[in-house]
């Protein structure tokens, strides 16, 4: 089955304790994106990655940083989370690089984390 | 600041009303569209998109949307809502240029009763 598969689902931490949120897709999708869901802010970009190697900032990137090593994988890195960091995480992934508008964005099923 | 808007952050209905939900976005040129919904503890799915041609888009489950470029609007309407379309709705541009880049509004949350 064709599918973004984020873990954990749910996560709490303490603020300064690195944390990884993986993310992997097996559509062979060239393009990544890591958003973040807040109430009355809807979905921000913090990262995407246009193909391996390739990481570029999105609008709310500070406090994260993402690694595309491998196409399949694009995990999210806080390296001290902080409690403003509390939110749900979504990956994304998308067939056409550099493309998005052509093809619909596959998302994963979240990433609650809340940092105390 | 450029941005997307959708107008009502929370709108109940009963079942069988009409929908109509806003969007409207700041950013000029051509504009990739969508509508996305997220189902309660699910990820978000696409309902439909505009990229150009009929500015009347149909999209799945009973779903359309009209695009008025002179109103920078893209709303999303339904004619008659069921319960299973209790769901968190967002609109998102890509604006001219920015390819990679999805931008999306607030969510409006829609409660439909039995």
């Known amino acids: 089955e064709a599918q973004v598969t984020q873990n954990p689902r749910y996560l709490i931490t303490v603020t300064g304790k690195k944390l990884t949120v993986t993310c992997s897709q097996n559509?062979?999708?060239?393009?990544m994106s890591w958003y973040r869901q807040d109430p009355g802010l809807g979905l921000r970009q913090i990262y995407y990655?246009?193909?391996?190697?390739?990481?570029d900032k999105g609008d709310v990137p500070e406090g994260y940083k993402v690694s595309r090593k491998e196409k399949r994988n694009f995990p999210l890195i806080l390296e001290s989370p902080s409690p403003n960091q509390t939110s749900l995480y979504f990956c994304?992934?998308?067939?056409?690089?550099?493309?998005?508008?052509?093809?619909?964005?596959?998302f994963g099923n979240g990433t609650r984390l809340t940092v105390t | 600041a450029q941005s997307v808007s959708q107008h009502n952050h929370h709108v109940i209905l009963s079942e069988a009303a009409s929908l109509e939900l806003g969007c409207n976005y700041s950013?000029?040129?051509?504009?990739?569209l969508f509508w996305y919904v997220q189902y309660p503890g699910q990820h978000l799915q696409l309902l439909l998109k505009?990229?150009?041609?009929?500015?009347l888009v149909k999209g799945i489950k009973g779903f359309e949307a009209e695009f008025i470029k002179s109103k920078f609007s893209f709303n999303l309407r339904k004619p008659s809502v069921q319960w299973s379309d209790t769901a968190e709705y967002f609109c998102?541009?890509?604006?001219?240029?920015?390819?990679?880049?999805?931008?999306f509004g607030a969510g409006t949350r829609l409660a439909v009763h039995p």
């Open positions: 505009y990229f150009s041609g009929d500015p």
């Open positions: 559509m062979n999708h060239e393009y």
């Open positions: 994304a992934s998308s067939v056409d690089r550099g493309r998005v508008y052509n093809s619909p964005l596959h």
């Open positions: 998102a541009v890509i604006p001219s240029g920015g390819y990679n880049k999805l931008i």
């Open positions: 950013y000029g040129g051509t504009v990739n």
């Open positions: 990655s246009m193909n391996v190697e390739v990481t």
